[in-house]
């Protein structure tokens, strides 16, 4: 059983920095893939980032070259540097813990609240 717990969220204007953080609790954080999902007013939660220990990540295209995912897994926790940021980068940001035997993502944190100011 993992829970996480999101942080960091919160107004800012448009072309500025934001730092999420997830702390895990739980066993085995290292062998997950820790990702970030967002979702906005009326839309779907869309994939943002996603990182694995052995250094591999994934952006989606919306936020590759501002956004940037890392972990400590000594801290149990992964951030999302979040650079030159967007009005429409706007949402309600998860923290989650994807399988690496089911590729499924099991557990989800509660959220955190970005929301950027034109």
């Known amino acids: 059983q993992v829970q996480l717990v999101e942080s960091g969220g919160g107004l800012v204007q448009a072309g500025g920095s934001l730092r999420l953080s997830c702390a895990a609790s739980?066993?085995?954080?290292?062998?997950?893939?820790m990702a970030w999902f967002r979702q906005a007013p009326r839309k779907e939660r869309e994939f943002v980032a996603l990182s694995w220990s052995s250094g591999t990540t994934v952006y989606a295209d919306s936020v590759k070259g501002r956004f940037t995912i890392s972990r400590d897994n000594t801290k149990k926790t992964v951030y999302l540097q979040m650079n030159s940021l967007k009005p429409e980068d706007t949402a309600v940001y998860y923290c989650?813990?994807?399988?690496?035997?089911?590729?499924?993502?099991?557990?989800w944190g509660q959220g955190t609240q970005v929301t950027v100011s034109s």
């Open positions: 989650t813990a994807r399988s690496p035997f089911r590729g499924s993502y099991d557990y």
């Open positions: 739980g066993d085995s954080f290292s062998r997950y893939g």
